[in-house]
């Protein structure tokens, strides 16, 4: 049994952080799924902007469009619906069998959108009926706008992949908002079985922004350097293990058992960001680390092939030692480092980043069509 279907058996979903269209069309894709080492993939900007920019895959069909008088947004939109049409129904099977558990590919909307509710709904809701594929995830990011959005969404019957979590405060306002949208269609008689979610928490980022502040304060060499010498590589899974504590606590009030009864799904915690960024530690660290039932682990090609090649299984990793998470939080902000602040540089960051590759990826779309 390979070391996916192994995690699977401790209650946890592989996803592939990747597509591209040769994925599609040569079998690679359909083979992960039929070895049992994928059970969902996602997409984001700059999983696209690889795809189109790095590849040969969409020049036919960019020479197809090059007359049709679309904008580049729309010729984008275009390309990605008929990818992700095509992993959704290589996934159709695996959905039905899983009953709605698994067979998720998700879509994000634009990247410009991140700050504007109307147009994140607006813009969500057609894709959703553009695609028409029932296991499509809408991806939303979780900024202030976009929590009004998924909400909105949720309540429209749309799935969701909430995007960009960093913090816990956000984390807890994520869960409030699927909880809210549900609770507006039960108001309305309306069915709950079929709306499924995920809540993509990021993780190695915030080491990759954590770490870099312990740096500073132990090449400084004053009293506080022993102490940050300690902590590299701890922070983003501690930050972890206590949102899938925060998970657990919110599946057992009355509230959520309410929902539960008249059928909800609960909206598993899904990792995110699980590369490792240094190569220090060890390279499946983010999936080893991380294990616990109701959760999804979206990985990148590398981490997954590295996962398969050596990764090992630890059920119940996620709720190892909570104790010693809140002391890294807590020794991390005896040291000055405030992870309230460093999430909030981490999800401004986050939305640049996607908006920065979605305005690469339209221009390279924009010059391909014009050449």
């Keep these: 049994m390979n070391t996916t279907l192994q995690l699977h058996h401790a209650g946890q979903s592989i996803w592939y952080d990747n597509i591209q269209r040769s994925l599609l069309q040569n079998g690679a894709l359909a083979g992960m799924i039929a070895r049992g080492e994928i059970r969902g993939v996602t997409s984001n900007p700059s999983i696209f902007m690889n795809a189109v920019t790095k590849s040969t895959d969409y020049d036919a069909s960019l020479a197809l469009l090059a007359h049709s008088g679309l904008t580049p947004e729309q010729i984008f939109f275009a390309l990605a619906i008929e990818d992700i049409q095509a992993a959704a129904d290589l996934f159709l099977p695996l959905y039905q069998e899983s009953q709605r558990g698994d067979g998720y590919v998700s879509l994000e909307v634009s990247p410009y959108l991140a700050h504007d509710t109307a147009a994140t709904l607006a813009q969500a809701q057609e894709l959703w009926a553009r695609v028409n594929r029932p296991n499509l995830m809408i991806k939303i990011p979780a900024t202030r706008a976009g929590l009004l959005a998924i909400t909105a969404a949720i309540a ?120 490792t960024k240094n190569h220090a530690y060890r390279d499946v ?14 990985v990148p090609p590398q981490t997954l092939v590295a996962f398969l090649e050596h990764g090992a299984v630890r ?14 939080l807590a020794d991390l902000e005896s040291l000055g480092i405030l992870i309230a602040q460093v999430t909030a540089q981490l999800e401004e960051e986050g939305v640049k980043a996607f908006a920065d590759a979605f305005t690469v990826l339209l221009g390279a779309i924009e010059g391909r069509v014009r050449g």
């Design 285 to 298: 660290i983010y999936v080893e680390k991380l294990v616990g039932p109701h959760t999804v682990n979206t």
């Design 156 to 275: 429209a019957s749309l799935n969701v992949n909430v995007t960009l979590i960093f913090s816990l405060q956000r984390y807890a306002e994520v869960l409030e908002a699927y909880s809210l949208g549900l609770e507006q269609r039960l108001a309305q008689g309306l069915p709950l079985e079929r709306i499924a979610s995920v809540a993509s928490f990021f993780v190695s980022r915030i080491d990759t922004n954590v770490d870099a502040r312990l740096q500073q304060l132990i090449s400084s060499g004053g009293s506080q350097s022993a102490q940050a010498a300690s902590l590299p590589g701890k922070a983003a899974i501690a930050s972890a293990r206590l949102a899938y504590a925060a998970f657990k606590q919110f599946i057992a009030t009355e509230r959520w058992q309410r929902l539960a009864a008249a059928g909800a799904q609960v909206q598993r915690p899904l990792w995110a960001s699980t590369s």
């Design 315 to 328: 059920p119940g990793s996620l709720e190892e030692d909570l104790p010693a998470a809140r002391q890294v």
